[in-house]
Protein backbone atom coordinates (compact mmCIF):
# COMPACT_ATOMS: atom_id res chain seq x y z
CA UNK A 1 0.00 0.00 0.00
CA UNK A 2 1.06 3.79 -0.75
CA UNK A 3 1.30 5.64 2.69
CA UNK A 4 2.95 8.97 3.74
CA UNK A 5 3.06 9.70 7.32
CA UNK A 6 4.29 13.15 8.55
CA UNK A 7 5.76 13.91 12.19
CA UNK A 8 7.93 16.28 14.29
CA UNK A 9 5.40 18.76 14.39
CA UNK A 10 5.14 21.00 17.86
CA UNK A 11 5.66 24.59 19.74
CA UNK A 12 8.38 26.51 18.21
CA UNK A 13 9.70 29.61 19.27
CA UNK A 14 11.36 32.32 16.61
CA UNK A 15 14.94 31.96 16.70
CA UNK A 16 14.66 27.96 16.87
CA UNK A 17 14.16 25.14 14.76
CA UNK A 18 12.49 22.30 13.60
CA UNK A 19 12.36 19.53 11.17
CA UNK A 20 9.54 17.84 9.71
CA UNK A 21 9.59 14.01 8.19
CA UNK A 22 7.34 13.12 5.84
CA UNK A 23 8.16 8.77 5.26
CA UNK A 24 6.68 6.82 2.97
CA UNK A 25 5.78 3.14 2.22
CA UNK A 26 4.85 1.15 -0.36
CA UNK A 27 7.07 3.24 -3.03
CA UNK A 28 10.15 4.99 -3.39
CA UNK A 29 9.72 9.33 -2.66
CA UNK A 30 13.50 9.57 -4.46
CA UNK A 31 11.23 8.55 -8.11
CA UNK A 32 8.94 11.20 -7.28
CA UNK A 33 8.16 14.92 -6.55
CA UNK A 34 7.16 15.07 -2.61
CA UNK A 35 5.43 18.81 -1.97
CA UNK A 36 4.71 19.78 1.24
CA UNK A 37 1.87 22.01 1.57
CA UNK A 38 0.08 23.42 4.66
CA UNK A 39 -2.60 25.05 5.73
CA UNK A 40 -3.82 27.72 8.64
CA UNK A 41 -7.27 27.56 10.07
CA UNK A 42 -9.86 29.09 7.49
CA UNK A 43 -7.01 29.43 4.86
CA UNK A 44 -6.47 28.06 1.61
CA UNK A 45 -3.87 24.96 1.34
CA UNK A 46 -1.04 26.47 0.01
CA UNK A 47 2.21 24.47 -1.23
CA UNK A 48 5.77 25.31 0.69
CA UNK A 49 8.35 23.34 -1.20
CA UNK A 50 8.88 20.30 -3.60
CA UNK A 51 11.68 18.42 -4.09
CA UNK A 52 12.73 15.96 -7.24
CA UNK A 53 15.94 16.46 -9.20
CA UNK A 54 16.17 19.71 -7.90
CA UNK A 55 13.95 22.00 -4.67
CA UNK A 56 11.58 24.56 -4.99
CA UNK A 57 10.01 27.06 -2.45
CA UNK A 58 7.45 29.33 -2.39
CA UNK A 59 8.86 33.20 -1.84
CA UNK A 60 7.83 33.64 2.14
CA UNK A 61 9.59 30.67 3.25
CA UNK A 62 12.74 31.17 0.50
CA UNK A 63 16.18 31.36 2.78
CA UNK A 64 14.21 30.03 6.09
CA UNK A 65 13.38 26.31 5.15
CA UNK A 66 14.96 23.97 3.70
CA UNK A 67 13.61 20.61 2.30
CA UNK A 68 15.57 17.51 1.86
CA UNK A 69 15.37 13.56 0.76
CA UNK A 70 16.94 10.87 2.39
CA UNK A 71 16.66 7.73 -0.05
CA UNK A 72 17.61 5.31 2.56
CA UNK A 73 15.21 6.31 5.01
CA UNK A 74 12.74 7.18 2.13
CA UNK A 75 11.80 10.02 3.70
CA UNK A 76 11.37 13.72 2.82
CA UNK A 77 12.35 16.63 5.54
CA UNK A 78 11.31 20.25 5.85
CA UNK A 79 13.47 21.90 8.09
CA UNK A 80 12.24 25.22 9.11
CA UNK A 81 15.15 27.01 10.31
CA UNK A 82 14.13 30.70 10.99
CA UNK A 83 10.02 30.37 12.08
CA UNK A 84 7.57 32.91 12.00
CA UNK A 85 4.13 33.58 13.31
CA UNK A 86 2.87 32.83 10.04
CA UNK A 87 3.86 29.68 9.21
CA UNK A 88 1.67 28.20 12.35
CA UNK A 89 -0.39 25.69 10.16
CA UNK A 90 -0.92 22.11 9.83
CA UNK A 91 1.68 20.67 7.26
CA UNK A 92 0.80 18.12 4.80
CA UNK A 93 3.46 16.16 2.39
CA UNK A 94 1.99 14.87 -0.70
CA UNK A 95 3.36 12.84 -4.02
CA UNK A 96 2.30 11.75 -7.05
CA UNK A 97 3.96 13.88 -10.08
CA UNK A 98 7.38 12.91 -11.32
CA UNK A 99 8.99 16.10 -11.39
CA UNK A 100 7.98 19.68 -9.60
CA UNK A 101 6.25 21.08 -12.94
CA UNK A 102 3.22 23.12 -11.44
CA UNK A 103 4.31 21.88 -8.17
CA UNK A 104 1.63 24.27 -6.76
CA UNK A 105 -1.06 23.17 -7.79
CA UNK A 106 -2.84 20.49 -5.14
CA UNK A 107 -4.74 18.85 -8.05
CA UNK A 108 -1.30 17.32 -9.13
CA UNK A 109 -1.06 14.75 -6.22
CA UNK A 110 -2.46 11.44 -5.77
CA UNK A 111 -1.28 10.77 -2.24
CA UNK A 112 -1.63 12.51 1.12
CA UNK A 113 -0.13 12.32 4.25
CA UNK A 114 -2.69 13.10 7.67
CA UNK A 115 -0.74 16.72 8.46
CA UNK A 116 1.26 17.09 11.33
CA UNK A 117 0.42 20.54 13.63
CA UNK A 118 3.25 23.38 13.17
CA UNK A 119 2.84 26.56 16.37
CA UNK A 120 5.17 29.22 16.15
CA UNK A 121 4.78 31.23 19.12
CA UNK A 122 6.64 33.24 21.66
Known amino acids: QVQLVESGGGLVQPGESLTLSCAASGFTLGNYATTWFRQAPGQEREAVSC?????YYRDSVKGRFTISRDNEKNTVYLAINDPKPEDTAVYFC??????????????????WGKGTQVTVSA
Open 51 to 55: IATTT
Open 94 to 111: ATGPSLCYEWLNSRMYSY
